[in-house]
T-cell receptor
Framework: KNQVEQSPQSLIILEGKNCTLQ??????????LRWYKQDTGRGPVSLTI?????NTKSNGRYTATLDADTKQSSLHITASQLSDSASYIC???????????FGKGTTLSVSS | GAVVSQHPSWVICKSGTSVKIECRSL??????MFWYRQFPKQSLMLMAT?????????EQGVEKDKFLINHASLTLSTLTVTSAHPEDSSFYIC?????????????FGEGSRLTVL
């Protein structure tokens, strides 16, 4: 069964600190892997999208990495801000593009 | 600005009534749209894939007669929750891929919160 597992489930960090969120998947072969940020009560917003041939992609303070061999991805947040408090969701699309498998997300809380 | 718009963003209804939620792609055409349901503090759960001009594809366990989906045009998909009950109260979100489901950017609507009394 295709799965996407995210860790940790939740994380609390101090403002200004860095953090890394993990996404392990079993979807194979896959087309792309996306990271989304979802604020409470809002729709998800795209952070990065990577194909299987890409290793890293940055979007401001967000940097996603992908290791297709180990089927792992990480999202690194640099110099966290209070506004980074949200759920971060990893989504993997199968090769045919017929299925998007969502992780359960990591809830990040940034405190001052 | 938003490229996928949902309406209404919040609706309260009495048990037994039907509620329609609209999902529009604002500046691109989407032959496929996705509908999700999200309970508090849980991840998005895909309910169905809406296909323009043909029947929607429902995920296992989702009642197609309960959640009616219509994709009447290349920019509009609707989800109708029929005979809503309190257990249908949830956050419903749609998404649409721009540029193809495989590699295109996937945009989400802002979500519609349904409360059934």
């Amino acid at each position: 069964k295709n799965q996407v597992e995210q860790s940790p489930q939740s994380l609390i960090i101090l403002e200004g600190k860095n953090c890394t969120l993990q996404c392990n998947y079993t979807v194979s072969p896959f087309s792309n892997l996306r990271w989304y940020k979802q604020d409470t009560g809002r729709g998800p917003v795209s952070l990065t999208i990577m194909t299987f041939s890409e290793n890293t992609k940055s979007n401001g303070r967000y940097t996603a990495t992908l290791d297709a061999d180990t089927k792992q991805s990480s999202l690194h947040i640099t110099a966290s801000q209070l506004s980074d408090s949200a759920s971060y969701i990893c989504v993997v699309t199968n090769q045919a593009g017929t299925a998007l498998i969502f992780g359960k997300g990591t809830t990040l809380s940034v405190s001052s | 600005g938003a490229v996928v718009s949902q309406h209404p963003s919040w609706v309260i209804c009495k048990s037994g009534t039907s509620v329609k939620i609209e999902c529009r792609s604002l500046d691109f055409q989407a032959t496929t749209m996705f509908w999700y349901r999200q309970f508090p503090k849980q991840s998005l759960m895909l309910m169905a894939t809406s296909n323009e001009g043909s029947k929607a594809t429902y995920e296992q366990g989702v009642e197609k007669d309960k959640f009616l989906i219509n994709h009447a045009s290349l920019t509009l998909s609707t989800l109708t929750v029929t005979s809503a009950h309190p257990e249908d109260s949830s956050f419903y979100i749609c998404s649409a891929p721009r540029g193809g489901a495989n590699t295109g950017e996937l945009f989400f609507g802002e979500g519609s919160r349904l409360t059934v009394l």
